[in-house]
């Protein structure tokens, strides 16, 4: 019976693990797709690498 509730864990502990990750990349996602629709001058000249990391970070929280 312990080996069916540590089995289950695991799993459950699996799905979490996977939908936390679906998230991080879901609003990588959605950044990416704003930063696209926006002129490539604007981008490149207002945020810098760690500016987009940083506002990847906060919407993956």
């Given at each position: 019976?312990?080996?069916?509730k ?56």
């Amino acid at each position: 019976m312990s080996v069916t509730k540590s089995k289950t864990a695991e799993h459950d502990a699996d799905i979490k693990d996977n939908s936390h990750k679906r998230a991080k990349l879901e609003a990588f996602a959605e950044a990416q797709a704003l930063i696209s629709k926006l002129p490539r001058e604007t981008v490149l000249d207002t945020m810098s690498h760690e500016d987009m990391e940083t506002q990847f970070e906060r919407r993956s929280v």
